[in-house]
Structure formats: structure tokens, C-alpha cells
């Protein structure tokens, strides 16, 4: 069963770069990488999502080496209100869409 | 409707009584999803559908768990026989395309179940 490994929680200050790395060995072909962010008392919401290579939106960047074995989400300058659980999982493969327990972000001023 | 939308928000019940909880997925939304949630953890996967077909419920705990969405819109997880350890946020979400596809879930925002 594909699993998801991340680090439990990472600390930060406001304006700088965070990175959160999800380690995934056992990828399957045809399994995108997603990144949903969690705040307290809300449900899951989507961020990016990506197959290889690097994906960018408005909010965040997604990198994934050529072996897909790993991925790093990248908040860019980061405020306080970016404080939250962050979830990596696969999507795509017919499989039951599986959350871990995430990087719980603590941002600071 | 504009997002998912769950009912009850909050519920309190006591030990062996039964409970259901409603999901409203976003129209149009081919997938939905269960979960539950307890403090300080991750989603845990309950079960999915495909229009009105439920495909997986291989995460439902026991046989006091079941779900269906007999139109393929509206689900209910009911609970049966209640016990505190059931006691989480349940929370529902649903998607565009077919569980399996990579589409954006869609979360409510979650029934808080306590028993006594």
C-alpha cells in the first residue's frame, strides 16, 4: 500500500521560505502528488497538485525529482495565517485518497 | 449548492443510540467521500462512492458503520449502537470526476459527533 512519510511539525517566521518534504518510495505510475492544507475546526483544502518536475500556482510550488520518491511543497514567504496542517497524498490511482497524520506549520513573527 | 454542506453541525447522543449524518455534495460532484477525523490527527478514510455505487468501505470500523447515496447525490453515514469511541469529526467531501481521478476533493465543514 502506497504511504506517505512527512515530517510532524516544522516551525517558520513570518517572510521566509518553507519547504515541506513528503517521502513516498513507493509511487505508482499513474499517482499524482496533492497537497491539502488544514486549519483548526476546518476540512481539508486543496493546494496544488503535480506529477513531475515542478508545478506553481498562486499560493505555492511543488517539486518532484525525476524518481518521484520524494516531493517538496514550498510556501513562499510565509505570514502567520499560512499557520496550519499540511497533507501530502496520492491521488489518481484509483486508490482511497489516504491522509497521514501532515506537517503540522507553525509561523511566527 | 455553493459547497458541501453537512448536518447535524453537532450532535450529542447517548451510548447505543443510533445516529445518522447527512452529506450534500457540491451539484454536479460525481464522487463523495467519508472520513473521520479525530483531534490532532490526519482524515481517516471511511468509505467512497461513484455516483450512487459505493465503491471501497473497506474503512468503515465495523458492521455498526454504514453509508449510502441511493441517487447518487445525498449520503447518509448512519451509526448504529452507538459507543463513545465513536465520539470524532466526521467529515464528508466530494469531487468532480470518478474517485480515482486526480480532481480537487471538496470538504464540508464536518459533523461533530459526541457520545455520552
Known amino acids: 500500500l502506497a504511504k506517505t512519510t512527512q515530517p510532524i511539525s516544522m516551525d517558520s517566521y513570518e517572510g521566509q521560505e518553507v519547504n515541506i518534504t513528503c517521502s513516498h518510495n513507493n509511487i505508482a505510475t499513474n499517482d499524482y502528488i496533492t497537497w491539502y492544507q488544514q486549519f483548526p475546526s476546518q476540512g481539508p483544502r486543496f493546494i496544488i497538485q503535480g506529477y513531475k518536475t515542478k508545478v506553481t500556482n498562486e499560493v505555492a510550488s511543488l517539486f518532484i525529482p525525476a524518481d518521484r520518491k520524494s516531493s517538496t511543497l514550498s510556501l513562499p514567504r510565509v505570514s502567520l495565517s499560512d499557520t496550519a496542517v499540511y497533507y501530502c497524498l496520492f491521488t489518481g490511482g484509483g486508490n482511497k485518497l489516504t491522509f497521514g497524520t501532515g506537517t503540522q506549520l507553525k509561523v511566527e513573527l | 449548492g455553493a459547497g458541501v454542506s453537512q448536518s447535524p453541525r453537532y450532535k450529542v447522543t447517548k451510548r447505543g443510540q443510533d445516529v445518522a449524518l447527512r452529506c450534500d455534495p457540491i451539484s454536479g460532484h460525481v464522487s463523495l467521500y467519508w472520513y473521520r477525523q479525530a483531534l490532532g490527527q490526519g482524515p481517516e478514510f471511511l468509505t467512497y462512492f461513484n455516483y450512487e455505487a459505493q465503491q471501497d468501505k473497506s474503512g468503515l470500523p465495523n458492521d455498526r458503520f454504514s453509508a449510502e447515496r441511493p441517487e447518487g447525490s445525498i449520503s447518509t453515514l448512519t451509526i448504529q449502537r452507538t459507543e463513545q469511541r465513536d465520539s470524532a469529526m466526521y467529515r464528508c467531501?466530494?469531487?468532480?470526476?470518478?474517485?480515482?481521478?486526480?480532481?480537487?476533493?471538496?470538504f464540508g465543514e464536518g459533523s461533530r459527533l459526541t457520545v455520552l
Open positions: 467531501a466530494s469531487s468532480y470526476g470518478l474517485a480515482g481521478d486526480t480532481g480537487e476533493l471538496f
